[in-house]
């Protein structure tokens, strides 16, 4: 069964600091993708980033960046040069490529920047 | 503006009482899927529909059902509630099936049972 662990419940980074949120997951799927949400306090879910499991560069979307590591299982997000607008809770997200469409999300980071 | 249009925004009812939550996915995207987002918790998957047909179920109680429309339009129907039934949910769509598909979301609708 797919399963995400975030294992940062919350983090505190001062701004202009860079920030690793930590992503594990587990699948027997060998296509996958990966997906990265913010939520900030306003309530909506952002889109930020798309790994696929036979990409073999890791992505990177402006500031954003996914630190993919397959045999791991590992899929880091880095934001560099951390605002304050960062300030909000980050989920990691799995798809997987057979059996059912569900999508399943992590338990989330919620990531502090301090001023 | 993701183009996932969810009502009510907010909802306040009383134990007991059924309420029916409304998505009308983004222009084209055949999938729709529903979360459950309780106070500080992640997004719990609730079931998921594509083109009509129901393809994927989470841990959706007994007492909740949903449904799309032929026009695509999704409906979350919520009954005998229950004080934990409060919880924001989201609806939200991807154009296919596919693991490279992202979900669009909504901007959710807040459920209060009191």
């Known amino acids: 069964a797919q399963k995400i662990t975030q294992t940062q419940p919350g983090m505190f980074v001062q701004e202009k600091e860079a920030v690793t949120l930590d992503c594990t997951y587990d699948?027997?799927?060998?296509?996958?993708?990966l997906f990265w949400y913010k939520q900030p306090s306003s309530g909506e879910m952002i889109f930020l980033i798309y790994?696929?499991?036979?990409?073999?560069q890791n992505a990177t979307e402006g500031r954003y960046s996914l630190n993919f590591q397959k045999a791991r299982k590992s899929a880091n997000l880095v934001i560099s040069a951390s605002q304050l607008g960062d300030s909000a809770m980050y989920f990691c997200a799995m798809r997987e490529g057979s059996g059912d469409d569900k999508i399943i999300f992590g338990k989330g980071t919620r990531l502090h920047i301090l001023p | 503006d993701s183009g996932v249009t969810q009502t009510p925004k907010h909802l306040i009812t009383a134990t007991g009482q059924r309420v029916t939550l409304r998505c009308s996915p983004r222009s084209g995207d055949l999938s729709v899927y529903w979360y459950q987002q309780s106070l500080d918790q992640g997004l719990q998957f609730l079931i998921q529909y594509y083109n009509g047909e129901e393809r994927a179920k989470g841990n959706i109680l007994e007492r909740f059902s949903a449904q799309q429309f032929p026009d695509l339009h999704s409906e979350l129907n919520l009954s005998s509630l229950e004080l934990g039934d409060s919880a924001l949910y989201f609806c939200?769509?991807?154009?296919?099936?596919?693991?490279?598909?992202?979900?669009?979301f909504g901007s959710g609708t807040q459920l209060s049972v009191l």
């Open positions: 790994q696929g499991s036979y990409d073999e």
């Open positions: 699948t027997s799927d060998q296509s996958y993708g």
């Open positions: 939200a769509s991807s154009p296919r099936q596919g693991v490279n598909e992202k979900l669009f």
